[in-house]
């Protein structure tokens, strides 16, 4: 045990200068491309709630999906035709997972609940105005948790620019779980992919605060039921809720 716990320390030490460099980080996004792509496309694929989409195209739109099940909500949006931005952390592993997406054509937006809100905020609000077709991309539950739990940002994109939301899952039936605090599902491939658009969602402007916490609470038990639903349909784990991301490391 003594001589694992040294391993990593000597492996993290190695690979976390090297992961913060742009070369690599483009290189292994590049590799994550490829890897998603195969996935995607040795897949068989079903969208549930296809019709919402022409609603995307007519409104600004603010995608929320949890932190563990983005892996390959990416290529079906670029496949959807939506030109999309994503928010994503400043931190090293956030940067590279920039990359990534915008091999998938969505741009970033740098920031995240708890560094550079205010920033993000005006910047996504800033997109959401601008065209009525544009997309934001963001897990109310990252980057660090708690797990499926709505954190309000989101509420706010669509308050301020008058953007619906609209709650997107996936679920696949070969599958494997890391073990990290949010879960993350890698899809394989030669999997049976189903991918769940839940109905629009409006925040009122002028909501009140017991109004906005309301919404919160609806957007998040419609989250937690579709992961639930498209889960238990390949019957997989009981996704843990309110784990957090440093609890969960220390354990």
Known sequence: NIMNITFRKVWKG??????????????IAFLMAICIWFVF?????????????????????????????????SPFVLIWGLPGWAVSSRHKDGRMMAKLQRMFRLKPIYGSSSEGGISVLREG??????????VICISPDGPSGPSLRFQD??????????AQIVP????????MFQKRWDRYLVALPFSRITCKIGKPM???PKATK?????????????????VRELDAKYNHIKVEQDLMSGEFKKK
């Open 41 to 73: 496309l040795t897949s068989f694929k079903k969208v549930e709630g296809r019709e919402i989409l022409k609603e995307c195209k007519k409104k600004p739109t603010v995608f929320v999906f949890w932190h563990g099940r983005s892996m390959m909500l």
């Open 210 to 226: 017991e109004e906005f916490e309301k919404i919160r609470k609806k957007v998040e038990e419609v989250m937690v039921k579709q």
């Open 125 to 134: 609000v800033r997109i959401l105005r601008k065209d009525k077709n544009k």
């Open 14 to 27: 190695f690979w976390e200068p090297v992961l913060g460099l742009p070369i690599f980080q483009w290189i």
């Open 153 to 162: 940002g989101a509420l706010y994109f669509a308050k301020m620019a008058g």
């Open 202 to 204: 409006m925040v009122d």
């Open 168 to 175: 997107v899952c996936y679920s696949s039936s070969n599958a």
